[in-house]
């Protein structure tokens, strides 16, 4: 039995560092960065563990009736 059965709609919330804004003097990014800009090169990019969420959430949707979008907001204030 599936877990959640009726399961539509995942909100996957990542981050600015799969910009790779934490290596901003290694890698030339250029604003307005969005969900839809390539993922940073190698080296670096093994560092940002974002990137192997969003490959799971992408692989465990393929063939379900759900599916999933990756949100990277700059900042989180508060709990």
Known sequence: ???CPRLMFWTLQT???AYGVEFHDEIDYNP??????PRIPQPH?????YY????????AAQGK???FC??????????
């Open 15 to 17: 981050g600015g560092k």
């Open 52 to 59: 192997a969420q969003c490959d799971l959430m992408t692989q």
């Open 32 to 37: 307005p960065l969005k969900e839809s800009s």
């Open 70 to 79: 990756e949100i990277r907001p700059d900042a989180i204030i508060g709990f």
């Open 1 to 3: 039995m599936p877990l």
């Open 45 to 49: 990019a093994s560092n940002i563990f």
């Open 65 to 67: 009736n759900w599916t």
